[in-house]
């Protein structure tokens, strides 16, 4: 899946403030200040809100404008990739502790032959009897041991190491089929992530064009300023919603990251130092 980060157009240009009109002799009014309304906390709410979330969108592409996927994002990969995984590992080593020990059980079934022997010198009196022939002896004898009386408790020993191996073996076999549905979830998840960011790119371009159009219309004076303003917000509404897809599709490329045990596959090579 090829990584086609877009590039959505800037931004269109700032919302004109609403034009005041002139103003009109009027009588003087007595106390004009205390009669003014105040703005109340709730008008002033709606206000403070949208610039809130005006300031959010932009520190967030502030932040994704630094981050960057990897060139090319894989549709499929070879499942010898999830060998690299930790736990996958584990499983693999866990089996093999357990295949040994069914060898090391059934060898104690079996008796066991030895073969001993000993050399040296012994003498009662002085040390100069040692150096000679008299004082030599040596041993030569085989031994031998069968288990008559723990013939079963090897056996039933033998029988617990083999269900200890199969497991361990259906423990390493969950393993990697867990692993491959993680890996498959993250790639079908980063394919819906695509069309989820191309259909924002294209939503956003369009609020633009459409606060764009309006714009000009309104410096024409053919288009009220509220709707200027109400398109104004749908743009910012469009590109809050582009950085989420952002974010989502960033998000579910590390699960992918996590679900192989890593993203070696997009290392460079060493290059040598000449």
Known sequence: ?????PNPEAKPEATPAAPKPEATPAAPKPDAKAAEPKPSAKAAGPKHEVR?????????????AGLSLPADLPVSLPSDLVNQRPDILSAEAQMHVASAKIGVATANLFPTFSLNGTYGAASAG???????????????GPSASIPVFQG?????GRRAAIDAYQ???????QTVLGAFEQV????KALQHDAEALEAQVQARRAAGE??????????????AYLDVLTADVQFHQATIAYLQAVGQRHQDTVALFVALGGGWWNEQPPTGKG
């Not at 005006?54 to 592409?61: D, M």
């Not at 079963?152 to 039933?156: G, L, R, V």
């Not at 498959?184 to 790639?187: F, G, I, M, Q, V």
């Open 126 to 140: 002085s040390f100069s009897v040692l150096s000679a022939a008299s004082g030599k002896f040596w041993s030569l």
């Open 184 to 187: 498959a979830d993250s790639l």
């Open 210 to 223: 459409a606060l764009g159009l309006l714009q000009a219309n309104y410096r024409a004076g053919l288009a």
């Open 167 to 173: 497991q361990s073996q259906a423990l390493y076999r």
């Open 52 to 64: 809130n979330k005006i300031i959010f969108t932009l520190s967030i592409l502030g932040i994704l």
């Open 1 to 5: 899946m090829k990584e086609a980060e």
């Open 152 to 156: 079963t408790t090897f056996w039933y």
